[in-house]
């Protein structure tokens, strides 16, 4: 099944500095894991066995690695209009780089309108995890979601490092704090999400019309969507899930391949 009304953003601009000397001369996502795979091999991975074929990869930092690694290892058929597009940065607005999650998104607006497409997939391309994507939009459109979250729970001592949300019995997100000194919750966002094209174009402009935003999704789009009273649904994830943003949760991740314990099988 493939999902026609959906429209992929990856966020590949990372410059990953927890990551140097690996990131001295490539982004975060293009660091090699597992010997010949690339951390962003997951995400783009998960999206083409789950039914989605127009995927945008929006680049900025140290992006010639990436670049060749998505043009070589990821060619689809756009003569049936599947495709993975490189956009970089293009300081087309206001003349500035991404100034933040949001702001990326915002920049390539333009490419969005063209698809015209009613769901919109804004996902990182840092994490190690396989996931049914197809599963979370289906969910996202059972809820009549404005926002859907995918989330995890984390243990407490390492709540504070994520935004954490609270839920009613409906999955429905009434509360979310971005890095909260003291936790209410282990739900954590996994900084993953689908929007509804309509409500995601009205709060990015509102967003890059407000004095002093971040231009982040966690800190000031998804508290924005939560306090006017959207709809922001949290879609479960159980199994594993790694931030690789360091060189230790690098190489954790690593040995986790040969785990029998661990369910990440690169072979499936």
Same mark, same amino acid.
């Given at each position: 099944?493939?999902?026609?009304?959906?429209?992929?953003?990856?966020?590949?601009?990372?410059?990953?500095?927890?990551?140097?000397?690996?990131?001295?001369?490539?982004?975060?996502?293009?660091?090699?894991?597992?010997?010949?795979?690339?951390?962003?091999?997951?995400?783009?991975?998960?999206?083409?066995?789950?039914?989605?074929?127009?995927?945008?990869?929006?680049?900025?930092?140290?992006?010639?690695?990436?670049?060749?690694?998505?043009?070589?290892?990821?060619?689809?058929?756009?003569?049936?209009?599947?495709?993975?597009?490189?956009?970089?940065?293009?300081?087309?607005?206001?003349?500035?780089?991404?100034? %933040?999650? +949001?702001?990326?998104?915002?920049? #390539?607006?333009?490419?969005?309108?063209? !698809?015209?497409? =009613?769901?919109?997939?804004? $996902?990182?391309?840092?994490?190690?995890?396989?996931?049914?994507?197809?599963?979370?939009?289906?969910?996202?459109?059972?809820?009549?979601?404005?926002?859907?979250?995918?989330?995890?729970?984390?243990?407490?001592?390492?709540?504070?490092?994520?935004?954490?949300?609270?839920?009613?019995?409906?999955?429905?997100?009434?509360?979310?704090?971005?890095?909260?000194?003291?936790?209410?919750?282990?739900?954590?966002?996994?900084?993953?999400?689908?929007?509804?094209?309509?409500?995601?174009?009205?709060?990015?402009?509102?967003?890059?019309?407000?004095? %002093?935003? +971040?231009?982040?999704?966690?800190? #000031?789009?998804?508290?924005?969507?939560? !306090?006017?009273? =959207?709809?922001?649904?949290? $879609?479960?994830?159980?199994?594993?899930?790694?931030?690789?943003?360091?060189?230790?949760?690098?190489?954790?991740?690593?040995?986790?391949?040969?785990?029998?314990?661990?369910?990440?099988?690169?072979?499936?």
């Amino acid at each position: 099944m493939a999902f026609e009304d959906s429209l992929v953003m990856i966020l590949a601009g990372g410059e990953g500095k927890r990551l140097y000397p690996l990131t001295r001369d490539r982004a975060k996502p293009a660091v090699p894991f597992g010997g010949r795979y690339r951390i962003i091999d997951f995400v783009i991975n998960n999206f083409i066995n789950s039914g989605f074929y127009k995927l945008k990869i929006l680049t900025q930092y140290k992006s010639d690695s990436l670049n060749k690694h998505i043009a070589r290892g990821w060619p689809l058929s756009p003569i049936i209009n599947q495709y993975v597009d490189l956009v970089p940065a293009q300081m087309r607005i206001d003349g500035h780089w991404y100034q %933040g999650t +949001a702001d990326a998104v915002y920049q #390539n607006l333009h490419h969005i309108k063209d !698809e015209d497409c =009613e769901n919109i997939c804004v $996902f990182g391309g840092d994490h190690i995890y396989k996931m049914n994507y197809a599963k979370m939009v289906d969910f996202h459109k059972k809820n009549n979601a404005d926002c859907t979250i995918a989330v995890l729970e984390v243990p407490w001592e390492e709540a504070s490092r994520f935004g954490i949300l609270a839920t009613n019995d409906d999955d429905r997100i009434y509360e979310f704090a971005e890095k909260p000194k003291e936790p209410k919750s282990n739900k954590a966002s996994m900084g993953v999400y689908v929007f509804s094209w309509d409500k995601l174009k009205k709060y990015l402009i509102q967003d890059e019309n407000t004095e %002093g935003s +971040a231009n982040d999704f966690g800190k #000031n789009i998804i508290p924005t969507m939560l !306090e006017a009273g =959207e709809r922001l649904f949290a $879609f479960p994830f159980a199994g594993y899930w790694k931030d690789v943003g360091t060189i230790d949760s690098l190489w954790e991740a690593n040995l986790d391949i040969i785990n029998p314990n661990v369910d990440l099988d690169l072979s499936d």
